[in-house]
């Protein structure tokens, strides 16, 4: 059952024998360089995918971005709904909501989602509703790349743009 020790002994010696041949040393240079690649191209398949994800999140983003202004356009715009809303603005509006809440920060839900509850709250003016409006559409901007150096693009801005069509009928 059990090996003599002259047996184990002469196995050292010969693990000992190979261990000291060039052969041995060859093995261990390509095991070496081959762990090397592998690591290597699975660097670059991970930074690969890394990079795709943002471009998908960023398309996500901007995406979600571009529902939020046409719909809030056709809302303040399109005031001719008045209670006959059409069903599949809703569903599309519906839509952009769940895309804040999947893409967006938590700056842009933040936002919204006091512009949202605002508009239960009687004594809420409509320009302090339309503020949060505004802040969410600027939180949104910076999130995709837009710097808005030295606070130049205020939710003041935000609000005119959106109200100038409607208000001063210039469209």
Same mark, same amino acid.
């Given at each position: 059952?059990?090996?003599?020790?002259?047996?184990?002994?002469? #196995?050292?010696?010969? $693990?000992?024998?190979? =261990?000291?041949?060039?052969?041995?040393?060859? $093995?261990?240079?390509?095991?070496?360089?081959?762990?090397?690649?592998?690591?290597?191209?699975?660097? +670059?398949?991970?930074?690969? @995918?890394?990079?795709?994800? +943002?471009? !998908?999140?960023?398309?996500?983003?901007?995406?979600?971005? +571009?529902? @939020? #202004?046409? @719909?809030?356009? !056709? #809302?303040? @715009?399109?005031?001719?709904?008045?209670?006959?809303?059409? $069903?599949?603005?809703?569903? &599309?509006?519906? !839509?952009?909501?769940?895309?804040?809440?999947?893409?967006?920060?938590? &700056? =842009?839900?933040?936002?919204?989602?006091?512009?949202?509850?605002?508009?239960?709250?009687?004594?809420?003016?409509?320009?302090?509703?339309?503020?949060?409006?505004?802040?969410?559409?600027?939180?949104?901007?910076?999130?995709?790349?837009?710097?808005?150096?030295?606070?130049?693009?205020?939710?003041?801005?935000?609000?005119?743009?959106?109200?100038?069509?409607?208000? !001063? +009928?210039? $469209?």
């Amino acid at each position: 059952m059990f090996a003599d020790s002259t047996s184990i002994d002469s #196995l050292l010696q010969n $693990i000992h024998s190979f =261990v000291g041949t060039p052969m041995f040393e060859i $093995i261990i240079i390509n095991l070496v360089f081959t762990v090397i690649a592998f690591m290597f191209i699975w660097s +670059k398949v991970q930074l690969s @995918l890394s990079t795709q994800n +943002k471009i !998908d999140l960023e398309t996500k983003k901007r995406e979600a971005f +571009k529902n @939020l #202004l046409v @719909l809030h356009s !056709d #809302l303040i @715009l399109g005031k001719q709904f008045g209670n006959d809303i059409p $069903i599949k603005w809703l569903e &599309k509006f519906s !839509d952009m909501t769940i895309n804040i809440l999947l893409w967006g920060s938590d &700056k =842009v839900i933040f936002e919204y989602g006091e512009y949202a509850m605002m508009k239960y709250k009687p004594t809420v003016k409509t320009e302090e509703r339309e503020i949060h409006f505004a802040n969410a559409v600027l939180a949104f901007r910076k999130e995709i790349g837009y710097k808005n150096r030295f606070k130049r693009v205020t939710p003041e801005h935000i609000i005119r743009l959106f109200k100038i069509g409607y208000e !001063d +009928k210039v $469209i």
